[in-house]
């Protein structure tokens, strides 16, 4: 099993729609949980972090969290073309890891089709 | 600006010839990592620092090394690259070392023939 899992995609929404991006990972004990955008050709950047069950709204862009149900997702309303990117996500800490290790997902590619 | 500073950010070399990607940055962080980024496989850790001189291997440490001499400095050293490194590496720092909120550098494309 994968230690952070993602589907690869790609996802393809239209402009002006909400993208739905899941993620899942095996450690219970992991403590923090990110969401890199990467576009095509750059290097990832940071656009949301979470660390406690729940709902984190950032603009147009809101992470949940679900500790019991190993499960946190990136809902991105208003989908906008300059949306179109690999969304990479990374878990901290946990049981396995350590404090140290961020691994990450292998990311999904996401496209919002004008 | 606040950055972190991969270089070179191509390279072509050959199997056996040593090569050192260079890392810096200016944001005063303790902690520094090398990731390597291959399709299907994702985003994976080589070496990461938690300070200057205390270094520790990631998930892929076989066949490099690194060396954390000064804050800002990062280089990571392939001794005897071969083929199975050609790869995209990226650089990345952080305030904390217990954190995922990572500045990552704008990566070097390797290639080993």
């Known amino acids: 099993q994968k230690e952070v899992e993602q589907n690869s995609g790609p996802l393809s929404v239209p402009e002006g729609a909400i993208a739905s991006l899941n993620c899942t990972y095996s450690?219970?004990?992991?403590?923090?949980f990110f969401w890199y955008r990467q576009y095509s050709g750059k290097s990832p950047e940071l656009i949301m972090s979470i660390y406690s069950n729940g709902d984190k709204e950032d603009g147009r862009f809101t992470a949940q969290l679900n500790k019991a149900s190993q499960y946190v997702s990136l809902l991105i309303r208003d989908s906008q073309p300059s949306d179109s990117a690999t969304y990479l996500c990374a878990v901290n800490g946990g049981t396995n890891f350590g404090n140290e290790k961020l691994t990450f997902g292998t990311g999904t590619r996401l496209t919002i089709i004008p | 600006e606040a950055q972190v500073t991969q270089n070179p950010r191509y390279l072509i070399t050959v199997t056996g010839k040593k090569l050192t990607v260079t890392c810096s940055q200016n944001m005063n962080h303790e902690y520094m990592s090398w990731y390597r980024q291959d399709p299907g496989l994702g985003l994976r850790q080589i070496y990461y620092s938690m300070n200057v001189e205390v270094t520790d291997k990631g998930d892929v440490p076989e066949g490099y090394k690194v060396s954390r001499k000064e804050k800002r400095n990062f280089p990571l050293i392939l001794e005897s690259p071969s083929p199975n490194q050609t790869s995209l590496y990226f650089c990345a720092s952080s305030f904390h070392r217990i954190t995922g909120e990572l500045f990552f550098g704008e990566g070097s494309r390797l290639t080993v023939l």
């Open positions: 450690d219970r004990g992991s403590q923090s």
